[in-house]
Nanobody, 113 residues
Framework: QVQLVESGGGSVETGESLRLSCIAS????????MAWFRQTPGMARELVAA??GYADSVKGRFTFSQVITDNAAYLEMNNLKPEDTGIYYC????????????WGRGTQVTVSS
């Protein structure tokens, strides 16, 4: 069973930066594709960043990276805004599949104005 562990969340002020990390274990897929989602209060969980793109709201501010050999994914978040506040989840899937099937527990990001 694939397990994902996120780290790096926290509380910052507007304009500051955070770096999220995610490490996957138990991966038996030939190749794992990883991504970051977030859930903000009152909203559905949304895809923030993956290898093939970013949500419009974070383009130019967030940078996604994945180290395939380490089954690790990172999210560098710069120029954070209050609307970025939420729980950030790491997700993983077999790259041959459409749906993400493994999820981390999430890490809280809070941006104050």
């Amino acid at each position: 069973q694939v397990q994902l562990v996120e780290s790096g969340g926290g509380s910052v002020e507007t304009g500051e930066s955070l770096r999220l990390s995610c490490i996957a274990s138990g991966v038996t897929w030939g190749r794992a594709c990883m991504a970051w989602f977030r859930q903000t209060p009152g909203m559905a969980r949304e895809l923030v960043a993956a290898v093939d793109g970013y949500a419009d709201s974070v383009k130019g501010r967030f940078t996604f990276s994945q180290v395939i050999t380490d089954n690790a994914a990172y999210l560098e978040m710069n120029n954070l805004k209050p609307e970025d506040t939420g729980i950030y989840y790491c997700a993983a899937k077999d790259c041959k599949e459409n749906d993400y099937t493994a999820w981390g527990r999430g890490t809280q990001v809070t941006v104050s104005s």
